[in-house]
């Protein structure tokens, strides 16, 4: 037990303690002692309760601070795939034969200026309707661009270091899947379609488990394939690869030239 005595003669505070059996143990303290530590207990609980504010603020900025950094990264990426992309397309414009280019940009309905060739009746008289229309129907049927050289991306994966090596009869793809979503994993499956010199699509035959993933953050493809029989490898103008979700969604679609792949 203990007990607090104070002395009027000299205005201290008397602490007695004493137990059972034991001698009791006498301190002498002035009230101006007790009054300060008192003082000091509450600075203590304020500044205690002060810096788990601070920290909970810092915490907080962190917090935004790394999510825009995240998104600053993405879109900094994103620049990064469309410069790259433009880069090695005025390479392969540079660099290509302008016939292969001629035959590529016709084979999708696309014509080649100064390629027009006058009509058997612009010298003579104009062509009837009947004339012109076994013409009409001639003609190649145009494709979707969109198709072959058309870019889905959602945000949800990035796609890097894509590379084509090209064997005999197979091909072999190596790229790096990257999760744009570190908080949730990522399962799906990819696909591999040859692009054709004349706008045709070929599915490319890969064993499923190559392509399948379900990923936290990223993982690293490589592939192999047999080269279509139906398609001859100087008509191979790139590879198109699509990524799908668990569901079967599209969120990733790309085409490669070889040019950018190799």
């Known amino acids: 037990m203990g007990g607090a005595v104070k002395s009027k003669s000299r205005g201290k505070v008397s602490l007695i303690w004493f137990k059972d059996d034991e001698p009791a143990w ?10 300060a530590l008192t003082y000091l207990g509450l600075v203590v609980l304020l500044v205690a309760a002060g810096g788990m504010l601070v920290g909970y603020e810092f915490w907080r900025k962190t917090q935004e601070v790394t999510q825009e950094k995240r998104e600053v990264e993405k879109r900094l990426s994103e620049s990064m795939i ?29 014509e080649m200026p100064g390629n027009k060739q006058a009509s058997p009746g612009a010298k003579g008289q104009a062509q009837t309707p009947a004339q012109a229309k076994p013409a009409q129907a001639s003609d190649k049927p145009s494709l979707d661009l969109t198709d072959i050289m ?9 796609v890097e270091n894509f590379r084509v090596k090209l064997e005999a ?30 706008g045709t699509l070929t599915p490319l035959e890969v064993a499923k488990e190559e392509l399948a993933f379900q ?9 192999q ?3 279509p029989a139906t398609l001859d ?24 030239p070889l040019a950018q792949a190799q």
């Open 82 to 110: 469309k410069l790259e992309r433009l880069q090695n397309i005025e390479k392969l414009l540079q660099n290509s034969d302008p016939s292969e280019l001629k035959d590529l940009l016709s084979g999708i309905g696309v």
């Open 225 to 227: 394939a047999l080269m």
């Open 26 to 35: 006498r301190m002498r303290v002035h009230p101006a002692w007790l009054r």
């Open 169 to 198: 009869k197979t091909v072999q793809v190596s790229f790096d899947l990257n999760n744009l979503m570190p908080q949730s994993s990522l399962a799906g499956s990819g696909q591999l379609l040859a692009v054709a010199r004349d």
């Open 215 to 223: 990923i936290q953050r990223f993982k690293q493809f490589n592939a």
């Open 233 to 256: 490898r100087k008509d191979l103008f790139g590879l198109r690869l699509v990524i799908a979700n668990s569901t079967g969604k599209t969120i990733y679609s790309e085409t490669y």
């Open 150 to 158: 058309g870019r889905v991306d959602i945000g949800q994966v990035g």
